[in-house]
């Protein structure tokens, strides 16, 4: 079951609406518990992932700023590959699934190059198999 804790009426001019602000403030009741956020490309941001005492994992825009060029990269890459990127608590994982379709997810719960259990020969990275579940 998932319920409505907190929630935000979106108003003109008085707060900042940037995504990662946002989230920040629906959040911020939860800072130094040690939560886990899980957020959609839109609101995933590098910034907000490392916030102390707290876990994020979240699905990335290509179009971020903070990613590096061999993680952007176009479609066309070898099918059922991944690339990783380790950055202090940070992991950064490129997969990609088919040769027309690339997936970037950003985790700090995660940080090793570990192959989801289950996933057989596609050989999908376990970042994936828990965003999937969760």
Known sequence: MTYCHNFEVQRRFSQS???VNVTRRLAEFLFGSGPNIMAENYFSNVNLAREPAMSYVGNVRKKKRELLRAF?????GKSNTSV????????????????QKNIILLSTLHNDKAIGPGSGNIGKPEIITFYSLN
Not at 84 to 99: E, Q, R, W
């Open 84 to 99: 990783f990127g380790f950055n202090y608590k940070l992991t950064i994982v490129l997969a990609v699934p088919s040769s």
């Open 17 to 19: 609406n940037k995504p």
């Open 72 to 76: 952007v990269a176009t479609k066309g």
